[in-house]
């Protein structure tokens, strides 16, 4: 970048709305693959949450590696919300 003061104001705000853009892209894309569930656990989960025997042996302070609990969960899977 230089030395800031000689450059021209507007181009110094493009260059920094260019990196807070790409952060932004960056961030949502790795948001996205923590909330992602592959279609095998999808089901698995779905069968728990419709049944209320397989529910009640659920612990409910459960969470994912990625920290999800189970009213994420739920709410991943359309149960319930």
Not at 19 to 25: C, F, H, L, T
Not at 31 to 48: G, H, P, T
Request: charged fraction near 30%.
């Amino acid at each position: 970048m230089g030395n800031y003061k000689s450059r021209p104001t507007q181009t110094c705000t493009d260059e920094w709305k260019k990196k807070v853009s790409e952060s932004y892209s960056v961030i949502i894309e790795r948001l996205e693959d923590d909330l992602r569930i592959k279609d095998s656990e999808l089901i698995d989960l779905k069968q728990v949450f419709s049944s209320d025997e397989a529910f009640q042996k659920v612990n409910l302070n459960y969470r994912t590696e990625s920290g999800l609990s189970l009213l994420h969960l739920c709410c991943m899977c359309g149960v319930f919300c």
